[in-house]
Structure formats: structure tokens, C-alpha cells
T-cell receptor, first 114, second 113 residues
Framework: GAGVSQSPRYKVAKRGQDVALRCDPI?????LFWYQQALGQGPEFLTY????????KSGLPSDRFFAERPEGSVSTLKIQRTQQEDSAVYLC????????????FGDGTRLSIL | GNSVTQMEGPVTLSEEAFLTINCTYT??????LFWYVQYPGEGLQLLLK?????DKGSNKGFEATYRKETTSFHLEKGSVQVSDSAVYFC????????????FGQGTRLTINP
């Protein structure tokens, strides 16, 4: 499809397990963003890539969170030793380039930590 | 810091009613302002935007005007439909190379037939 694709749509993990969430941006989009959306709240910024370079990771809540985009296209958000407070919807967005281009969002991955 | 405050929901209206969802912001510089909509089971979709003071964004009958003097970007629609039921998010993005969106907490809107 032409939109941002995220997988899996739903992920259930036990506390302490590691998880990996995938984002396929729109083809040709240089910028890629990850956001975390807690239940009933607005999305909060986690990290930003321009091509393969991670230019801003100021929103990552702890060193258990790690994101990569090695070839400047697909990105993976990894959470190690998951905790219950990591339960949220993780949203990926992409945009064409710097400036006033709009961000296009995927449907998100709903992560539940038991 | 940068922040966005939206009117608390949920908001319930009858079909064809007039809608206003308030949004105010705090930001350094001259941010761009956005309204995103999230329909049930779907991702965020850009509804409209405004990039400078006094700009009016519009789409699908919705409008919002960038008011620098009141730091506001209220969303309005003259006659709502059942299909407008969704969660609406106001957001800002700082200008000049900054990229991340800062969102409000969202307002759930339900339109009854």
C-alpha cells in the first residue's frame, strides 16, 4: 500500500521480555518519527531519523528503548526488559523532508505488557 | 517549553449542531499548528494546518484560524455529522528545522443522529 505500515498491530508480552516493533515508511520519505500514545492521551515524541541518522532521541524514556533505521528506510523500535508502564500504542510517522511537509502516520502497534 | 492544551472531552452533540473544540498553545518562536483526527480503529490523519499567524486551515467543512494574539487554534464546524465522531488532536511544530509534533491530550467527539 501507499501508507505507513506498522507491524505487528497488536503485541502482548510478559514483563521482562524484549519486543521489536517495525515501521515501513512511505517510499521516498526521508524523515521518520516514533511516538508513544498512552491510553486516553495524545502521542508523545520518542525519536526522529533523517535517512539513517538518528538526529533526536530526546524522548526515549529510558535506556531500555532503542531505535534504528540502518538503511534509511525500515525502522525498528526495540524495548528491552519490558515493564508494565511500557504498555501503550506506538505510532510511526514519515514525511518527505525537512520543512513544512506533513507527517503521515501508521495505524500503530498496541503493546500490552502483562 | 512547548505545550498544547485542548478542551476536555468527551463532547457529545446532535447531528447538524455547531462544533467548537478549543485549543491553546505555548511555544517559543512561530510554530506551525495542526489538527489531526483519529477515527475508531485507525491511525492519525491530518485534518488541517496553518503555518503563520492569521492563516485559516480548512478541510471537510472544518476550519481553524491561527490566532497569535490569543495563542489559539480552535477547531470549528458549522454542521456536524455522525461520521465526524472521532478523537481530535491539536498539535504544534516549532519552525525553522525542528521536526517533532507536540500534541494536546485529545478530545473525543460523539455525534448522535
Amino acid at each position: 500500500g501507499a501508507g505507513v505500515s506498522q507491524s505487528p498491530r497488536y503485541k502482548v508480552a510478559k514483563r521482562g521480555q524484549d519486543v521489536a516493533l517495525r515501521c515501513d515508511p512511505i517510499s521516498g520519505h526521508v524523515s521518520l518519527f516514533w511516538y508513544q500514545q498512552a491510553l486516553g492521551q495524545g502521542p508523545e515524541f520518542l525519536t526522529y531519523f533523517q535517512n539513517e541518522a538518528q538526529l533526536d532521541k530526546s524522548g526515549l524514556p529510558s535506556d531500555r528503548f532503542f531505535a534504528e533505521r540502518p538503511e534509511g528506510s525500515v525502522s525498528t523500535l526495540k524495548i528491552q526488559r519490558t515493564q508494565q508502564e511500557d504498555s501503550a500504542v506506538y505510532l510511526c510517522a514519515s514525511s518527505l523532508a525537512v520543512g513544512n511537509q506533513p507527517q503521515h502516520f501508521g495505524d500503530g502497534t498496541r503493546l500490552s505488557i502483562l | 517549553g512547548n505545550s498544547v492544551t485542548q478542551m476536555e472531552g468527551p463532547v457529545t452533540l446532535s447531528e447538524e449542531a455547531f462544533l467548537t473544540i478549543n485549543c491553546t498553545y505555548t511555544a517559543t518562536g512561530y510554530p506551525s499548528l495542526f489538527w489531526y483526527v483519529q477515527y475508531p480503529g485507525e491511525g492519525l490523519q491530518l485534518l488541517l494546518k496553518a503555518t503563520k499567524a492569521d492563516d485559516k486551515g480548512s478541510n471537510k467543512g472544518f476550519e481553524a484560524t491561527y490566532r497569535k494574539e490569543t495563542t489559539s487554534f480552535h477547531l470549528e464546524k458549522g454542521s456536524v455529522q455522525v461520521s465526524d465522531s472521532a478523537v481530535y488532536f491539536c498539535a504544534l511544530r516549532r519552525g525553522q528545522g525542528a521536526q517533532k509534533l507536540v500534541f494536546g491530550q485529545g478530545t473525543r467527539l460523539t455525534i448522535n443522529p
